[in-house]
């Protein structure tokens, strides 16, 4: 059963505009949600990161929303330019003894058209 | 290093051959990690070593999969008897220790198991 589930396998949207990248959880003991980005044939790369106690992260264009009630993140990424075209990757981990085991998403693959 | 370097980039192995797959991490990085990367999945965590110490391995497909890393740097991942569903990309990721879990991906080894 996956508990990190992405639901979009892809999303095209035009430069400049926003990306609206979504995630969803099932275990509730997860408590530290990250996103990775990949290129073809490189390995993912961390793009930013948010804690459960927050519910909004920023950095530069990037911010990851989270919402524990839903068990749901969501990245947004404005404006969005073609260099941002790669698969996004969510992932979870959860405090206690295996923090740093990380349980991934199957990936949504952005494309931003110019 | 500069990053996490995988050898190598490619392997191409026959069903029932054994293979090694190599990961230097990022010089002084105390944890190390393998997954593995089926297509069209997201990463799959296979096992976890702080220095030298392998303190999980409970995401190892089957008992053909063996990962060491004895001086506390190199480690190799090893699968015996490769089977079809071996195919994959393995990624290994690197962390030094009193950094927030954000683990630094090499690009990788493709297996594929013909």
């Known amino acids: 059963d996956q508990q990190v589930k992405q639901n979009s396998p892809s999303l095209s949207v035009q430069e400049g505009r926003i990306s609206i990248l979504n995630c969803d959880y099932t275990?509730?003991?997860?408590?530290?949600f990250l996103w990775y980005k990949k290129y073809p044939a490189e390995g993912p790369t961390f793009l930013i990161s948010i804690s459960s106690i927050k519910d909004k992260n920023e950095d530069g264009r990037f911010t990851v929303f989270l919402n524990k009630s839903a068990k749901h993140l969501s990245l947004h990424i404005v404006p969005s330019q073609p260099g941002d075209s790669a698969v996004y990757f969510c992932?979870?981990?959860?405090?206690?003894?295996?923090?740093?085991?990380?349980?991934f998403g199957k990936g949504t693959l952005l494309t931003v058209n110019p | 290093g500069a990053g996490v370097s995988q050898s190598p980039r490619y392997k191409v192995a026959k069903r029932g051959q054994d293979v090694a797959l190599r990961c230097d991490p990022i010089?002084?990085?105390?944890?190390l990690f393998w997954y593995q990367q089926a297509l069209g999945q997201g990463p799959e965590f296979l096992t976890y070593f702080q220095n030298e110490a392998q303190l999980d391995k409970s995401g190892l497909p089957s008992d053909r999969f063996f990962a060491e890393r004895p001086e506390g740097s190199v480690s190799t991942l090893k699968i015996q008897r490769t089977q079809q569903e071996d195919s994959a990309v393995y990624l290994c990721?690197?962390?030094?220790?009193?950094?927030?879990?954000?683990?630094?991906f090499g690009s990788g080894t493709r297996l594929t198991v013909v």
């Open positions: 275990n509730s003991m997860f408590d530290y």
């Open positions: 990721a690197s962390t030094s220790i009193g950094v927030s879990d954000r683990p630094t």
């Open positions: 010089s002084g990085h105390v944890s």
């Open positions: 992932a979870a981990s959860a405090s206690g003894g295996s923090n740093y085991k990380l349980t």
